[in-house]
């Protein structure tokens, strides 16, 4: 599997960006997943989608804010980032997974390369 993140970039407090996953190889996993790593700080969830459901799961600190979504035809997933806020700043990173839900990075086998998000205030 292979996975290319995109869309990242500079915006102001209050902003909107998204960001696109594009996957190719092996056949589209059970949950793809959108992450990020703040500097100084370890990977973290942001939002989880399962591939053949509209089941969606978030962090709370983007709860409200963000929303995640897919397209099957097109075997992309999005992040949409609303009312950005400085402590979003980070390099956020798609990953996919086989199998059971789970939050934690640690049991995504599958990464893009990521793409820094840099909110200003």
């Known amino acids: 599997v292979q996975l290319q993140a995109s869309g990242g970039g500079l915006v102001q407090a209050g902003g909107s960006l998204r960001l696109s996953c594009a996957v190719s190889?092996?056949?589209?996993?059970?949950?793809m997943g959108w992450f990020r790593r703040a500097p100084g700080k370890e990977r973290e969830f942001v939002a989880i989608?399962?591939?053949?459901?509209?089941?969606?799961y978030y962090a709370d600190s983007v709860e409200g804010r963000f929303t995640i979504s897919r397209d099957n035809a097109k075997n992309t997933v999005y992040l949409q980032m609303d009312s950005l806020k400085p402590e979003d700043t980070a390099v956020y990173y798609c990953?996919?997974?086989?199998?059971?839900?789970?939050?934690?990075?640690?049991?995504?086998?599958?990464w893009g390369q990521g793409t820094q998000v840099t909110v200003s205030s």
């Open positions: 190889g092996r056949t589209v996993s059970s949950y």
């Open positions: 990953a996919s997974r086989y199998g059971s839900y789970y939050s934690h990075p640690k049991y995504y086998s599958y």
């Open positions: 989608i399962r591939w053949n459901s509209n089941s969606a």
